[in-house]
């Protein structure tokens, strides 16, 4: 029977595979983490950091106040058309024929001869 022997990868095919591996040989990240936490860039970080929480939040809240004033809109539109509808009904009610028809039941009714002008002479006074 054979012996068990192990394949030995080569330095050119274990680093390197992929974008990630590219960007570690490219960019040489392994010497700036030799002497410790580089806390020399840790402002800038924080910064970056803070402004991208900021963008998020700024997306959420401009999503959230277009919803509403989606959901405002529609509301609006909802009234406007309420409005009108009562307006008609109002216009249409106060009509002289319907205002007639309405009274009628309290037993006035509507007067048959035309309205006459009175006429006072200014020595009357």
Do not use: C
């Amino acid at each position: 029977m054979a012996e068990n022997r192990f394949k030995v990868k080569s330095e050119k095919q274990g680093s390197g595979k992929g974008f990630f591996g590219f960007l570690a040989s490219g960019l040489k990240l392994g010497s700036a983490w030799e002497s410790g936490f580089p806390v020399k860039y840790l402002p800038k970080v924080v910064f970056a950091v803070l402004l991208g929480i900021i963008y998020v939040w700024n997306n959420h809240y401009a999503e959230r106040a277009t919803r509403e004033l989606d959901r405002l809109e529609e509301e609006v539109e909802d009234l406007r058309a309420d409005v009108t509808t009562l307006e008609a009904e109002y216009m249409f009610s106060s009509k002289q024929s319907e205002v007639a028809k309405k009274v009628k039941e309290l037993g006035l009714e509507e007067s048959k001869e035309p309205p006459i002008k009175i006429v006072v002479d200014e020595d009357e006074y």
